[in-house]
């Protein structure tokens, strides 16, 4: 399998816990990309990568929200001291560059906090 | 404020009946637009995009969506309906500027029946 990988796919936690998010994406791609949805809405930009460089971040990544991507493939999303308000689904993408390249989703990961 | 609009929620049709998911967009410049289908629970599949040129565009699973400038639409299209393009259709739009994310639409629900 060739394309973006998620993991884990389902991650129930309590309020308070920290939970950590990975993404593996298309080889060789540059660009890497995080999102958010919740039921009944699309997705939302959180934040993206090329290479290894945070180049944007949303004003929805507060500051308990931080990702990375150390070397420049595959990327980290940690989230601290978890809200009820984090359960979402947690969306990786991926695209060679940037402009119109097609970007290409993760099967994404589910968060509920309980 | 960069958008896009998906006006209808819910989108049915009959089985082999031709079908439109409409979407409008508002950004600044020349946009890139995309169409995304997610299935229950899973990521997002790219279906196409319009970048320049013929304002039809052909994609996936016999997709189509037509750019309007004038109208700032990019409606989905499908001459023939089948019961399994029922899905959730997101329109996206990456406004013309190297390392822009996508901005989606809220969905439309399209529901085939037989």
């Known amino acids: 399998d060739t394309g973006v990988s998620q993991d884990p796919r389902h991650k129930i936690t309590k309020r308070g816990q920290n939970v950590t998010f990975r993404c593996d994406p298309i080889s060789e791609h540059n660009r890497l990309y995080w999102y958010r949805q919740t039921l009944g809405q699309g997705p939302e930009f959180l934040t993206y990568f090329q290479n290894e460089a945070q180049l944007e971040k949303s004003r929805l990544l507060s500051d308990r929200f931080s990702a990375e991507r150390p070397k420049g493939s595959f990327s980290t999303l940690e989230i601290q001291r978890t809200e009820q308000g984090d359960s979402a689904m947690y969306l990786c993408?991926?695209?060679?560059?940037?402009?119109?390249?097609?970007?290409?989703f993760g099967e994404g990961s589910w968060l509920t906090v309980v | 404020a960069q958008s896009v609009a998906q006006p209808e929620d819910q989108v049915n049709v009959a089985e082999g009946n031709p079908l439109t998911v409409k979407c409008t967009y508002s950004?600044?410049?020349?946009?890139?637009l995309f169409w995304y289908v997610q299935y229950p629970n899973r990521g997002l599949q790219f279906l196409l995009k319009?970048?320049?040129?013929?304002?039809l565009v052909k994609g996936s699973y016999g997709f189509e969506a037509e750019f309007n400038k004038s109208q700032t639409s990019f409606h989905l299209k499908k001459p023939s309906a089948l019961v399994s393009d029922s899905a959730l259709y997101f329109c996206a739009v990456s406004p013309n500027q190297a390392g822009t994310a996508l901005i989606f639409g809220k969905g439309t629900t399209l529901s085939v029946s037989s």
């Open positions: 993408a991926s695209s060679p560059t940037g402009g119109g390249d097609t970007i290409y």
């Open positions: 319009y970048i320049t040129g013929d304002n």
């Open positions: 950004v600044s410049g020349n946009p890139y």
